[in-house]
């Protein structure tokens, strides 16, 4: 390394949190194994929950979140209403239901065709995904195969910053959502 | 009537009004008791009035589809049918409500973790929704005063130009353009389309152009060629194609 500082496992955990302080955007396991060497390789989880308990013990203002892929730096939610009076002309607005709706609907599937969002909610979602599409919470990854081709949305890593997620294995997915009812089943509860 | 009040905007569609109705009354979705949901359903519906809906339309739907299976409900089961094999008309109705009975969980979940999310501000990151859009004290960073004057000039040219156009309207009839265009290939066996609109300035002119050759090649007056997709086009005498021109 250039100035000399050679990463070893007693400096780790503080060259993770110069990283992470200086990283424009959630870092990244990839990226921090590739800046510090072998050493680092799968030890960020841990240097985060580390530091993260270091903080807490110290009562400081932030702590490291994992989202969107990589690991962050976030204030705590004590000190949210000072920080909206000093970034005052961000107050930050909430998404309507039927914005979270659709979004959840996409995160299950994704990728998934407004038809199919439409038929899920029972009522037409285009002004909706328009909204979320302006927001880039969701993007248009390509067109299906077949008939019309129609464009296929997925949520973006913004919509996993949105809401603090690291990635899409913390929601619901497909499977829970499209469960069979059988008769069957219906009769051994009426029972 | 209903010991609770219903306002329309408290719904995001038929879906959700026929949930609260079923977790209002605590019914089973597997189980629903079709005859009693249609009614309140359509009460509902009656009492809001059809022109306060904003998607009237699948309101309307579901009605339909609830009526339909309702109706189905009444039709006696064929005895001899094997009682497994026999296909609940309320089938597809409970599979659409426990659906989207996960995705207003879910979209609940989503609420929670916004709202959670909102009481964090994360380090260095622009407030702008993504970062690879260019930031608008970025974008005119480089902008100089001469690149002003430039961009404003160059509207006003085209302003003046529209206006122009409007002054001067063309008396060019289809006909004619086709018969002018024919005029063309008298001398040349092709000649090049995108050239042809440049002697003109006026758009009107260009779209009769345009029309004038689809017209003679439908006639199979003229035969058009294209190298590539969205290239030029060369108008073609019928017997003659650049092809054996080159």
């Known amino acids: ?191 | 009537m209903f010991a609770w009040q219903v306002r329309l905007p408290d719904f995001e569609g038929p879906l959700d009004l026929l949930l609260f109705l079923v977790s209002r009354q605590e019914l089973n979705i597997l189980d629903l008791p079709i005859a009693v949901i249609t009614e309140q359903y359509l009460r509902v519906i009656e009492t809001i009035g059809i022109d306060n809906l904003e998607d009237a339309g699948e309101y309307i739907l579901m009605s339909a589809t609830l009526i339909a299976v309702k109706a189905r409900m009444m039709l006696p089961r064929p005895e001899a049918a094997m009682e497994e094999e026999f296909e609940d008309p309320r089938r597809d109705l409970a599979q659409r409500l426990l659906l989207y009975q996960k995705v207003k969980e879910a979209a609940d979940d989503l609420a929670r973790r916004e709202e959670a999310m909102a009481q964090r501000s994360p380090r260095n990151i622009h407030d702008l929704p993504s970062l690879d859009v260019p930031r608008l004290e970025e974008l005119l960073e480089r902008v100089s005063l001469y690149d002003l004057a430039k961009a404003y000039d160059e509207v006003r040219r085209r302003f003046e130009e529209q206006t122009v156009h409007q002054v001067n309207l063309f008396k060019v009839t289809l006909e004619e353009r086709m018969a002018w265009i024919l005029e063309q290939l008298q001398g040349k066996p092709h000649f090049s389309f995108l050239t042809m609109l440049r002697l003109e300035s006026a758009r009107l002119l260009w779209v009769i152009s345009f029309l004038a050759v689809l017209e003679l090649a439908r006639r199979r007056e003229i035969t058009l060629e294209q190298s590539l997709p969205f290239s030029d086009l060369w108008v073609c005498h019928p017997l003659r194609s650049t092809l054996e021109a080159a």
């Open chain 1, 1 to 191: 390394m250039e100035n000399g500082l050679i990463a070893t496992e007693e400096n780790l955990r503080a060259l993770a949190e110069a990283l992470i302080f200086a990283s424009a955007e959630p870092l990244t396991e990839e990226q921090f194994a590739a800046t510090v060497g072998d050493i680092g390789k799968e030890a960020l989880p841990q240097l985060a929950a580390e530091l993260n308990a270091e903080y807490e013990k110290e009562g400081r203002a932030f702590e490291i979140l994992h989202v969107a892929g990589g690991y962050q730096f976030f204030t705590r939610p004590d000190y949210n209403a000072h920080i909206q009076k000093l970034l005052s002309e961000r107050s930050k607005s909430r998404l309507s239901r039927a914005a979270l709706e659709t979004l959840a609907i996409v995160a299950f599937r994704n990728p998934i065709t407004r038809t199919e969002i439409d038929e899920i909610r029972g009522v037409d979602s285009g002004a909706v995904l328009r909204t979320l599409l302006e927001r880039r919470l969701v993007t248009v990854r390509g067109r299906q195969k077949g008939l019309g081709r129609p464009f296929l949305y997925e949520t973006t890593s913004e919509f996993l910053r949105h809401f603090g997620l690291a990635d899409l294995s913390e929601l619901p997915r497909d499977g829970e959502l499209t469960r069979e009812w059988d008769p069957a089943e219906r009769k051994e509860e009426a029972q």
